[in-house]
């Protein structure tokens, strides 16, 4: 009989650590929040200076005709973005900017402020928008969440507006939109700004009197 009991208080044992050991590893393993998913791209077209970029329909969109386009994946997300944090909602950005350069602000300048982290973290390469010739920025790095990635491409049509696009994903989640964000950075239409023609000045010569 203590044979017997002495099995079945070990099997009662052996289960209770092994339940206890699975409850670990499941609380250990829940990352917190998931990455929104996307359901489906649409397209969006700026009324005034006419750049368009397909997008996430289900993603919170804020917009400026003539300026900007600015795509979040979810409402928590936009906080994480302005400060950079190393952990929160693993959330994703697709922002689209539009400008003229002048003496001033040029090209250059552009850049210069796009880039929020030191220049190591930069890849530049060239790259084909919209038929035109314009660089690409990929950078990443990794942090308490998981690893930040991002691309930065910037291009023009004319050389006076420079169209920029900007895609940004925390907590390992760019490998998860991979895809659809290669798609998106296809489907990028740069910023298209007709110039006005001047009216043709016809100068006249009055013949001398005789």
Same mark, same amino acid.
């Not at 190393?86 to 003229?100: E, L, Q, R, S």
């Not at 690409?136 to 920029?164: H, M, Q």
């Not at 390992?172 to 798609?183: G, M, P, Q, T, V």
């Given at each position: 009989?203590?044979?017997?009991?002495?099995?079945?208080?070990?099997?009662?044992?052996?289960?209770?650590?092994?339940?206890?050991?699975?409850?670990?590893?499941? @609380?250990?393993?829940?990352?917190?929040?998931?990455?929104?998913?996307?359901?489906?791209?649409? &397209?969006?077209? *700026?009324?005034?200076?006419?750049?368009?970029?397909?997008?996430?329909?289900?993603?919170?969109? &804020?917009?400026?005709?003539?300026?900007?386009?600015?795509?979040?994946?979810?409402?928590?997300?936009?906080?994480?973005?302005?400060?950079? *944090?190393?952990?929160?909602?693993?959330?994703?950005?697709?922002?689209?900017?539009?400008?003229?350069? =002048?003496? &001033?602000? &040029?090209?250059?300048?552009?850049? =210069?402020?796009?880039?929020?982290?030191?220049?190591?973290? %930069?890849?530049?390469?060239?790259?084909?928008?919209? #038929?035109?010739? #314009?660089?690409?920025?990929?950078?990443?790095?990794?942090?308490?969440? #998981? @690893?930040?990635?991002?691309? %930065?491409?910037?291009?023009?049509?004319?050389?006076?507006?420079?169209?920029?696009?900007?895609?940004?994903?925390?907590?390992?989640?760019?490998?998860?939109?991979?895809?659809?964000?290669?798609?998106?950075?296809?489907?990028?239409?740069?910023?298209?700004?007709?110039?006005?023609?001047?009216?043709?000045?016809?100068?006249?010569?009055?013949?001398?009197?005789?």
């Amino acid at each position: 009989l203590s044979m017997k009991f002495n099995i079945k208080t070990i099997n009662i044992i052996f289960l209770s650590v092994l339940l206890s050991i699975l409850s670990i590893c499941l @609380i250990s393993c829940d990352k917190g929040p998931k990455p929104v998913e996307i359901t489906k791209l649409k &397209t969006y077209t *700026d009324e005034l200076v006419k750049f368009s970029i397909d997008y996430p329909e289900n993603w919170v969109m &804020t917009k400026q005709a003539g300026e900007r386009a600015v795509i979040f994946s979810s409402n928590d997300a936009k906080s994480r973005f302005s400060k950079y *944090d190393a952990k929160g909602f693993p959330g994703a950005i697709i922002d689209v900017y539009a400008t003229k350069v =002048n003496e &001033t602000k &040029t090209v250059d300048t552009l850049i =210069n402020k796009a880039k929020l982290f030191p220049d190591e973290y %930069y890849k530049e390469t060239l790259i084909t928008v919209d #038929g035109v010739q #314009g660089k690409r920025f990929d950078y990443g790095f990794e942090l308490e969440g #998981g @690893i930040f990635k991002g691309v %930065y491409i910037i291009a023009s049509k004319d050389n006076i507006t420079y169209t920029s696009l900007r895609i940004e994903a925390f907590d390992d989640s760019w490998d998860i939109y991979s895809k659809n964000f290669e798609n998106i950075i296809k489907s990028f239409k740069l910023a298209n700004i007709q110039q006005k023609k001047r009216d043709t000045i016809i100068n006249q010569e009055e013949l001398p009197f005789p």
